[in-house]
């Protein structure tokens, strides 16, 4: 497998690097084609370090983030939620099949796209709201009001359906939709 280690605010240290290569080693066994590539994203934050794996194959793709405030912990948190996908894909498919490893399960041509999708959850709750045209600062007051993490408003200036949301690096984030309402 080939490997991609990118650092954004932090310098990838040999230290770093060798030790990304030795959790991702025990991922060859599955992993021994060369059509398979992995990429790791490091990132620090002023709440801790931000580690995205994403390893890419023909047939799916995983991905895991961990944060922590030791890179190395972060590291182990995102290896084990990698390792997790895996087995259940292997689950989800073996169920049908005789039993095989991981890697069969993964390479295996003749899965079906309706094997792979996540299985469909419930909606529990739905809930209405009537968007009232607002300032982004009036829509942060009111995220904070009611402690929710993200607000959707009607942006006042703009005439665009709008989110703002609180991001984990600190200050707030802002998603607002191409078409204007009429």
Excluded: C, W
């Amino acid at each position: 497998m080939k490997l991609t280690i990118i650092g954004k605010n932090v310098k990838i240290t040999e230290g770093i690097k060798g030790a990304l290569e030795k959790k991702f080693s025990k991922f060859n066994k599955y992993f021994d084609r060369e059509d398979v590539t992995g990429r790791v994203l490091v990132r620090t934050y002023p709440v801790g370090k931000k580690l995205e794996i994403t390893i890419f194959t023909p047939q799916i793709i995983f991905r895991a983030e961990a944060i922590d405030d030791d890179l190395y912990n972060a590291m182990d948190i995102a290896m084990e939620k990698l390792d997790g996908q895996m087995r259940k894909l292997k689950t989800r498919i073996g169920k049908k099949q005789k039993r095989q490893s991981i890697a069969e399960a993964i390479y295996l041509e003749k899965i079906k796209a309706e094997k792979l999708k996540k299985e469909e959850e419930e909606v529990v709750r739905t809930k209405s709201i009537h968007l009232e045209p607002m300032t982004i600062d009036e829509a942060i007051a009111r995220m904070d009001a009611i402690d929710h993490d993200f607000f959707l408003y009607l942006d006042v200036d703009e005439n665009k359906i709008s989110v703002v949301y609180r991001r984990l690096d600190g200050g707030f984030g802002l998603l607002e939709a191409d078409n204007k309402i009429k």
